[in-house]
């Protein structure tokens, strides 16, 4: 991970976080914001340790997760692109307070770090903030609860299905046969935020590769080449459509 200061190109995020604020409340925030990079596989934050701020993502793609009792099983939880944040929920709680999760990078990303302290002195003059904030909050809870119903009640392959839309449309890339998902999570990632192993996981896409809805290749490459076969085959609602569309 490397850190800089704010630079001035990267206020466009935060306003569009922060619709809420007015110039100088926005000028408050960007002069906390220090600027992080991760490469892929970069730990963004510890499951159980201080949560000592809110990280932005600008640019690239995180995984949050957490480790499954003493097992140690792991258990991908949340994709969060740009526009979406890690440890807002932390600013509310009281007594310990630490990250539930972990974060990790899983492609080159740019995070913009708000330490917690510094922003909860920023909202008492710009209450505001706490308005945006539960805004951008608001899609992950019903993310989480997406995720909860259907792991309770949908077959593997429909839950794989919406994690491939997903993907698509934060990484899909026009390409001769659909849309090349631009992306290094790893079978082994993709298995673990569906709660499978990674032989089911593969057993999952062979029928999925035959049916012609989906290409795959050397190095994890994976290509979507019918995505409204794979949001018919996931037996989306419009409810979950429109959360999809939010949210990705």
Not at 19 to 43: F, I, N
Not at 59 to 81: K, M, N
Not at 83 to 107: D, H, P
């Given at each position: 991970?490397?850190?800089?200061?704010?630079?001035?190109?990267?206020?466009?995020?935060?306003?569009?976080?922060?619709?809420?604020?007015?110039?100088?409340?926005?000028?408050?925030?960007?002069?906390?914001?220090?600027?992080?990079?991760?490469?892929?596989?970069?730990?963004?934050?510890?499951?159980?340790?201080?949560?000592?701020?809110?990280?932005?993502?600008?640019?690239?793609?995180?995984?949050?997760?957490?480790?499954?009792?003493?097992?140690?099983?792991?258990?991908?939880?949340?994709?969060?692109?740009?526009?979406?944040?890690?440890?807002?929920?932390?600013?509310?709680?009281?007594?310990?307070?630490?990250?539930?999760?972990?974060?990790?990078?899983?492609?080159?990303?740019?995070?913009?770090?708000?330490?917690?302290?510094?922003?909860?002195?920023?909202?008492?003059?710009?209450p505001l903030l706490f308005?945006?904030?539960?805004?951008?909050?608001?899609?992950?809870?019903?993310?989480?609860?997406?995720?909860?119903?259907?792991?309770?009640?949908?077959?593997?392959?429909?839950?794989?299905?919406?994690?491939?839309?997903?993907?698509?449309?934060?990484?899909?890339?026009?390409?001769?046969?659909?849309?090349?998902?631009?992306?290094?999570?790893?079978?082994?990632?993709?298995?673990?935020?569906?709660?499978?192993?990674?032989?089911s996981l593969l057993r999952?896409?062979?029928?999925?590769?035959?049916?012609?809805?989906?290409?795959?290749?050397?190095?994890?490459?994976?290509?979507?080449?019918?995505?409204?076969?794979?949001?018919?085959?996931?037996?989306?609602?419009?409810?979950?459509?429109?959360?999809?569309?939010e949210r990705f």
């Amino acid at each position: 991970m490397t850190i800089n200061r704010w630079a001035e190109e990267h206020s466009e995020i935060l306003g569009r976080i922060f619709p809420s604020l007015d110039p100088s409340g926005l000028r408050s925030l960007m002069d906390l914001a220090l600027v992080t990079h991760y490469e892929p596989g970069g730990l963004v934050a510890h499951e159980g340790a201080y949560a000592s701020g809110v990280h932005v993502v600008e640019s690239g793609i995180l995984c949050t997760g957490r480790h499954a009792g003493t097992s140690g099983a792991t258990c991908r939880l949340r994709l969060l692109g740009p526009g979406r944040a890690f440890g807002i929920e932390t600013l509310f709680l009281n007594g310990r307070c630490v990250y539930s999760e972990f974060a990790k990078a899983i492609e080159q990303s740019k995070v913009l770090f708000l330490e917690r302290e510094s922003l909860l002195d920023c909202a008492k003059d710009h209450p505001l903030l706490f308005h945006d904030l539960c805004r951008v909050m608001a899609p992950e809870i019903r993310w989480l609860e997406f995720k909860l119903v259907r792991r309770g009640s949908e077959p593997v392959e429909r839950r794989l299905c919406a994690l491939l839309i997903a993907l698509a449309r934060l990484t899909g890339a026009p390409h001769a046969d659909g849309l090349l998902l631009n992306t290094t999570m790893s079978r082994q990632m993709m298995a673990e935020y569906l709660g499978i192993s990674i032989a089911s996981l593969l057993r999952h896409l062979k029928p999925l590769r035959e049916r012609g809805l989906i290409e795959t290749g050397e190095q994890g490459r994976l290509v979507v080449r019918d995505l409204h076969a794979l949001v018919k085959k996931a037996r989306l609602n419009l409810c979950d459509i429109e959360l999809l569309e939010e949210r990705f």
